[in-house]
């Protein structure tokens, strides 16, 4: 695996996560951004229906002597097209009353009622949210329950969709990554062959071989690989200059020389 290939690789690693981390951090915010919008829905019908209620036991009446009680359910219904249900429970979590659409009265009664320690709780569990409130009395004592039922399906549908969408738009950016990675990986390539044959030419300098000619000197890009390629161009002409036969030679002279002196000194 050469440098190129391994510098390409891991460009593509780098992008890649970064593409990857992104997408999931929008989908994590889109997705936290419609569940807010989703409980202030609910809240804001709660909260109606909450003060509407508490107005009536704040004149002493008790829930289950409202007569109002069942047109006031109707009304918060019809504030939200996902709303499957309005209850008002009392304190034990029995139904004293219930508004939900005709189609829909038998599944919502099989959802259980429970109770949360706080006096206001939403939950979203798939394509159904619940949401409820305490209702206390004048005295600070619980009076009942508020609960509403939402289905949010199509939120959860349109959630499923933005993810398969993100993805895509992530999936095409990282495909568009690949042909600026071939380019680099061509131009890094390119460049390591200038680098090669030099140490190649360099190396038949030294066994007193020709220079192979032309090399590829107009693939470097900066100015310090320009420089370098000078240098080695330097070496491989003062090497050029002294063959292997001169230099034999050389070594011969200075061997006669150093005999000659030894031999006038024993004399």
Same mark, same amino acid.
């Given at each position: 695996?050469?440098?190129?290939?391994?510098?390409? @690789?891991?460009?593509?690693?780098?992008?890649?996560?970064?593409?990857? &981390?992104?997408?999931?951090?929008?989908?994590?915010?889109?997705?936290?951004?419609?569940?807010?919008?989703?409980?202030?829905?609910?809240? $804001?019908?709660?909260?109606?229906? #909450?003060?509407?209620?508490?107005?009536?036991?704040?004149?002493?009446?008790?829930?289950?002597?409202?007569?109002?009680?069942?047109? &006031?359910?109707?009304?918060? @219904?019809? &504030?939200?097209?996902? !709303?499957?249900?309005?209850?008002?429970?009392?304190?034990?979590?029995?139904?004293?009353?219930?508004?939900?659409?005709?189609?829909?009265?038998?599944?919502?009664?099989?959802?259980?009622?429970?109770?949360?320690?706080?006096? #206001?709780?939403?939950?979203?569990?798939?394509?159904?949210?619940?949401?409820?409130?305490?209702?206390?009395?004048?005295?600070? #004592?619980?009076?009942?329950?508020?609960?509403? !039922?939402?289905?949010?399906?199509?939120?959860?549908?349109?959630?499923?969709?933005?993810?398969?969408?993100?993805?895509?738009?992530?999936?095409?950016? &990282?495909?568009?990554?690949?042909? $600026?990675?071939? $380019?680099?990986?061509?131009?890094?390539?390119?460049?390591?062959?200038?680098?090669?044959?030099?140490?190649?030419?360099?190396?038949?300098? @030294?066994?007193? #071989?020709?220079?192979?000619?032309?090399?590829?000197?107009?693939?470097?890009?900066?100015?310090?690989?320009?420089?370098? !390629?000078?240098?080695?161009?330097?070496?491989?002409?003062?090497?050029?200059?002294?063959?292997?036969?001169?230099?034999?030679?050389?070594?011969?002279?200075?061997?006669?020389?150093?005999?000659?002196?030894?031999?006038?000194?024993?004399?």
């Amino acid at each position: 695996m050469n440098l190129a290939f391994k510098i390409g @690789l891991a460009l593509f690693l780098v992008l890649g996560s970064a593409i990857a &981390m992104t997408t999931v951090l929008n989908f994590l915010r889109f997705d936290q951004t419609l569940h807010h919008l989703l409980a202030q829905r609910l809240t $804001v019908v709660l909260s109606e229906t #909450q003060r509407d209620i508490v107005s009536g036991l704040d004149l002493g009446l008790r829930i289950e002597n409202m007569e109002n009680l069942d047109a &006031m359910l109707g009304r918060r @219904l019809g &504030m939200s097209s996902d !709303i499957q249900a309005i209850q008002v429970l009392d304190c034990n979590g029995s139904v004293i009353e219930s508004r939900t659409p005709p189609d829909l009265s038998a599944s919502v009664a099989t959802i259980p009622f429970t109770p949360a320690p706080e006096d #206001q709780w939403q939950s979203f569990d798939g394509n159904r949210a619940i949401a409820g409130t305490l209702l206390r009395d004048s005295v600070g #004592q619980c009076a009942g329950y508020v609960r509403l !039922i939402a289905d949010i399906s199509e939120a959860t549908a349109k959630l499923s969709h933005a993810s398969t969408k993100m993805w895509q738009a992530a999936l095409f950016g &990282m495909g568009a990554i690949i042909p $600026v990675l071939i $380019v680099l990986f061509i131009l890094m390539r390119r460049r390591h062959r200038v680098f090669v044959e030099l140490n190649e030419d360099f190396e038949r300098a @030294l066994d007193g #071989q020709p220079p192979r000619v032309p090399a590829h000197d107009g693939d470097v890009l900066t100015a310090g690989e320009m420089s370098m !390629i000078s240098l080695y161009r330097d070496m491989r002409d003062q090497l050029s200059k002294t063959s292997p036969n001169e230099t034999s030679a050389s070594d011969a002279d200075s061997s006669f020389v150093d005999d000659q002196d030894h031999k006038g000194k024993n004399a």
